[in-house]
């Protein structure tokens, strides 16, 4: 995990940072039953990849306390929003950012289901579809074409890394200074 100016902690799984990647995975899932023949595959990559994204970045997002401040008496206080550690695309980044026993875990779970053809471990996963969010999300451009990776190995890691966070027990750790 990258060093920050003072520790803070960390709820794992960060809940609204969650809530919004179960929706694209199950967008993703919707998707998929009809790929080809409506043409959804690029829509489908995208959801996939920030399923994927976010489910990372729900093990590795803190909670910020913005406040209130309204002419109203009773609107003062503070807004909760959550806020990654890593505000990047890259998953082997945001991996590479995780808690070293939650990257233990995930490495662990990956090792009893791998999906990703010639994949030694989950990081080299990850790899295969590292930035494809915004690889894919322009594809008119030439720069955004596929790597070639098979769509059943992006879904199926969506679904090894998301049933692993889904079913994670909460619990919460303080990052290092």
Request: proline share 5%.
């Amino acid at each position: 995990m990258s060093n920050t100016s003072r520790p803070f902690t960390i709820d794992i799984p960060n809940n609204e940072v969650l809530a919004t990647a179960i929706q694209f995975r199950k967008t993703a899932e919707l998707l998929c039953t009809d790929l080809v023949q409506n043409q959804l595959v690029i829509p489908f990559m995208v959801n996939c990849a920030l399923a994927l994204e976010l489910y990372l970045k729900a093990l590795n997002s803190k909670n910020v306390h913005y406040p209130i401040e309204d002419d109203l008496p009773l609107s003062k206080g503070y807004a909760i929003f959550s806020e990654p550690v890593t505000k990047k695309h890259e998953l082997t980044k945001v991996f590479d950012d995780l808690f070293s026993e939650i990257q233990a875990e995930l490495s662990a779970v990956y090792a009893t289901t791998p999906v990703v053809p010639q994949a030694a471990g989950i990081r080299d996963a990850l790899l295969a579809f590292d930035n494809l969010f915004t690889r894919q999300r322009y594809w008119f451009e030439q720069r955004n074409h596929s790597s070639g990776n098979s769509l059943t190995a992006l879904f199926e890691l969506v679904s090894v890394v998301g049933n692993y966070v889904e079913r994670l027990q909460p619990r919460q750790l303080v990052s290092s200074e």
